[in-house]
Structures are given as C-alpha cells and as structure tokens.
C-alpha cells in the first residue's frame, strides 16, 4: 500500500530535522494504516537500532488507541528505554489529512547518553561535598514515599557515583556499583534484580552471577540468593 501523499511530503522533513539537530537525535515518519511496517522513513537509525518497515512501538499502539486525537496535536517529552537500556527523551506529532483524520507519526527520539555524562561530569565539579570515600553511595536529602521510588533514589545516586550511565560501564564499574547496592541493601527491595538488570542492559542472571563473584560464593541458583523478589 502506498503512504498517503501527505506522508510522502513529509519524507524531506524528515532528512532536514535529522540534519539540523544532529546524530542523537533519531527522526521517525510512520504510516499508522499499516501498523505492522509503518517505519516508511528514518534518519539516524543507530540510536533505537530500528529500520524502514519496523512496527510501531507498543506506546505508539497505545496512543493509537487511548490519545483524544481530535484535540490532541502531539505528545512531547516522554522517557523510553532502548533495549539496552538507553535513556530517550521522545515526542510524537500527529499526522493529518486534509478532513483531519489520523495517518501517521512523526517521531523525534533524543539519546540523552551524551547529555548525561556531561551532566555527571559538571555534577562532580560544582560539587561542595566533602571528601566522601567512593566506597559510599553520596547522600542526598530524599525521602522517597514509595518502594519504586526508593529504588530510584538508590540508582541516581550511583549513577552519580560511577559518573556515567552503567549500561555504559565495564564489568569492574559494574562490580563497584553491585558492591555498594549490594552493602546498602539495595538487594532486599522487591525487584531490585531486574531494575538493575534494566540499568545496566544485562539479564537479571549476569546481576545474579556478579553478586555471586562479589559474595564470593562458588556456585548456587538466584533463588539461593538473600534478594527480594
């Protein structure tokens, strides 16, 4: 089926958003009536890892379906994960035609990985913070009032003692930040496996086996393990 023409004027747009905001951020056009292949155009790819002829995204399903389209233009600055765990800033537009009936997207995703470590960085030099040992999770005043935003808390804050995102870490970093959840008991809230696993872009069986290394315990299954599930 061909893309409706005004999707198919929109293809330069595309290529023109692309270059003028630069390589994190990727720029989707969508044709919405064939769901299951509406990528029809796509610039910076590498940043979601997804091609002409993808489907939509469970979200975009999700809009598709619940979002008050008749007053709604577009959705701006949501957070979605890659499937490595990449952080991204997202806003959809909506597509009409000429009687304003819904055809398509258009998609702009922002790899926030860059912006972070920067962030991190200048985080650490306007710091007033004593010299705290790296071996301590640095403190703030929060008192988060749920568990998923306890488990939140815990993870800000050793992203701000690594000084990156950890899917960008290696395994010694990685080993760190486990060591210091781990001393924290950051293990004995319900999910913090696979919240990290999420964080990291590992499997929850590669955080079960680094706390294996760490514990030092040889063998044993995760339901071996003393962690919250």
Do not use: W
Request: glycine share 6%; net charge neutral; proline share 4%.
């Amino acid at each position: 089926m061909e893309p409706h023409p005004v999707l198919k004027a929109f293809k330069p747009v595309i290529k023109g958003l692309a270059l003028a905001l630069g390589a994190d951020y990727e720029i989707v056009l969508h044709d919405i009536n064939d769901p299951e292949n509406s990528i029809i155009a796509i610039e910076n790819p590498q940043v979601t890892g997804r091609k002409i002829g993808d489907p939509l995204t469970d979200y975009a399903m999700y809009l598709l379906k619940n979002s008050d389209q008749k007053k709604e233009d577009y959705v701006a600055n949501f957070l979605t994960r890659t499937n490595n765990g990449k952080r991204i800033r997202s806003s959809t537009l909506y597509l009409r035609d000429e009687k304003g009936k819904l055809i398509g997207y258009l998609c702009i995703n922002y790899d926030m990985s860059r912006a972070e470590i920067i962030k991190n960085m200048v985080d650490q030099l306007v710091s007033v913070t004593g010299g705290a040992s790296t071996a301590e999770i640095p403190r703030e005043e929060e008192m988060p009032a749920t568990l998923e935003g306890l488990m939140e808390r815990n993870l800000k804050l050793i992203r701000k003692l690594v000084g990156k995102p950890l899917y960008m870490s290696n395994k010694q970093e990685k080993l760190q930040a486990i060591k210091v959840l781990d001393d924290e008991g950051f293990f004995l809230l319900k999910g913090a496996v696979e919240a990290l696993a999420e964080e990291t872009g590992n499997t929850k069986y590669t955080i079960y086996s680094y706390l294996r290394e760490l514990r030092g315990e040889r063998s044993g299954s995760p339901s071996d393990f003393k962690v919250t599930q």
